[in-house]
């Protein structure tokens, strides 16, 4: 089997978020332990499974999502990359319909990547060429969007996360994270968390996010940090951003807005608040593509 590591959010490699994707034959996954596996060996933060479904009446292909350390009910740009890789390999066109444990999800080719606003450059990302041979495409996610409840501030979010919460929001089942209101950019891009204290909130992982310091290019900002899952910070998290469309969607007066994620990496995540729906656009290059040796195991 190919498996094949993809930058996901961003129009260059070594930006955005990696994830690895295995395209497997059509029948059952193979076992959650092999799956498991090949998740802890690659050790990013998501590896992708997929096959085809060819008999299958509302979706093409059953997706699944694994940390290192276990499976989760959604991820955002590992469904990206899977869509990127589909695409790319002339395995599917047009909208691509995903059987998943979060209900049917949807990737459609989007606008065309040269219209979208380039990932912006940090210290990590040396490389400056936005033309690939793997081809930078720009992919709109149809994802269910975040119930937010507000919540009292939960015992010791402060402390682990160095800073001071103006306001936290449950992110409902499906997301399953602590989103927290921050006072400014300087702060969110500044954070440098106690991630054991954070691993030991009652959540998933913590989403932080305040508005943009000058709204131009993005409209706020955020960070990802999900200790207890494996991941110490994600570098983009399409996740996130269906609770993120609907807290800064109504104080901003617009649906269509843009996310920029301030991890070391960097990405830019373009949303529209539909309702119980957003949608996440972004690109997705190609930059390892290897073989799979391990046999899978049967369940």
Aim: hydrophobic fraction near 40%; aromatic fraction near 6%.
């Amino acid at each position: 089997m190919r498996l094949r590591i993809v930058d996901a959010f961003t129009d260059r490699p070594f930006a955005g978020n990696p994830a690895a994707v295995v395209l497997l034959p059509s029948g059952p996954f193979p076992g959650d332990r092999w799956l498991g596996q090949v998740a802890a060996e690659v050790n990013l933060s998501e590896t992708a499974f997929a096959h085809p479904l060819p008999d299958a009446p509302d979706a093409d292909w059953a997706l699944r999502w694994f940390t290192p350390t276990t499976e989760v009910a959604m991820c955002g740009h590992a469904t990206l990359a899977t869509a990127h890789v589909l695409h790319a390999t002339g395995a599917a066109t047009g909208t691509i319909r995903f059987a998943t444990r979060s209900g049917v999800l949807t990737a459609t080719p989007a606008t065309p990547a040269s219209t979208l606003a380039p990932t912006p450059s940090t210290s990590t990302s040396t490389s400056t060429s936005t033309t690939q041979p793997s081809g930078a495409t720009a992919i709109t996610l149809d994802f269910p969007t975040a119930p937010l409840t507000p919540l009292e501030i939960p015992h010791g979010t402060g402390a682990a996360l160095g800073a001071t919460p103006l306001a936290c929001y449950d992110t409902g089942p499906q997301v399953g994270d602590l989103l927290v209101e921050l006072a400014d950019e300087a702060t969110v891009r500044g954070l440098s968390p106690d991630l054991a204290a954070v691993a030991r909130l009652p959540h998933r992982g913590v989403i932080v996010t305040a508005p943009a310091r000058t709204p131009g290019d993005h409209d706020f900002v955020s960070r990802f940090f999900g200790p207890a899952s494996g991941i110490d910070e994600d570098p983009v998290t399409g996740s996130a951003h269906t609770a993120l469309a609907p807290l800064w969607s109504p104080r901003l007066g617009r649906t269509e807005l843009t996310g920029l994620q301030v991890s070391a990496r960097g990405g830019r995540v373009h949303v529209h608040l539909r309702g119980d729906r957003t949608l996440l656009t972004g690109q997705a290059v190609t930059v390892i593509d290897g073989e799979l040796l391990t046999a899978p195991e049967a369940n």
